[in-house]
């Protein structure tokens, strides 16, 4: 297998006042994906050769508001992409799974306290997956009628995930270090439905 990853991304910073900054940022990205394999799918010996390529355009925007020199207030929107690929499968239809998409929502609170000797970060987030790979296991009958057990790659065509976190740190003293970090996260599939013979 080999692969030829090209990427192009760029970000502009910009100050509209004093307190209110904006950035804007992409990323052009283009993968070419060439597989000759063999191996088992399903308790067959099997080869497959696919080329494949694979490009994306991911945009990210970002707003940052500073209530003063020690707080500050920020939101981003930004999407993520990870190349699909191939597979030995004992069907046709596993044999490739598409690229994953994601875009991120974020909001959150950073400071630095009490001359700097308290770090505080909080943040919401809200994640929105297209065609989301995962790994999964099925058993069916292939076309000469036997039996196959295959484990591989799928695509959940819609998943989501949400939750926060805070991240504290302090320094009581020159040679005391405190952190505490929480998070609770909430994620699951709305919509996945797996090759069913």
């Not at 990323?27 to 497959?48: A, C, K, W, Y």
């Amino acid at each position: 297998s080999s692969a030829e990853v090209y990427a192009l991304f760029g970000q502009i910073n910009y100050a509209i006042t004093d307190k209110l900054h904006l950035t804007l940022g992409g990323r052009f990205s283009e993968e070419e994906i060439f597989t000759d394999i063999s191996g088992f799918g399903g308790g067959v010996s099997q080869e497959l050769t696919v080329r494949d390529t694979f490009d994306d355009f991911s945009p990210m925007i970002a707003v940052r508001y500073d209530l003063n020199e020690d707080a500050s207030l920020y939101g981003t929107v930004a999407k993520g992409f990870k190349s699909g690929g191939v597979q030995v499968a004992p069907t046709p239809e596993t044999e490739t799974y598409k690229p994953e998409e994601l875009w991120n929502y974020e909001v959150g609170y950073k400071a630095e306290l009490l001359n700097n000797s308290l770090r505080l970060n909080a943040a919401l987030f809200y994640m929105d997956w297209t065609d989301l790979q995962t790994a999964f296991q099925e058993s069916g009958v292939d076309e000469d009628g036997e039996f196959f057990i295959f484990g591989g790659i799928d695509n959940a065509e819609k998943a989501e995930s949400y939750g926060a976190e805070l991240s504290i740190t302090s320094a009581p003293t020159d040679r005391l270090l405190l952190n505490l970090n929480i998070g609770w996260l909430q994620a699951e599939y709305k919509r996945f439905t797996a090759l069913i013979d």
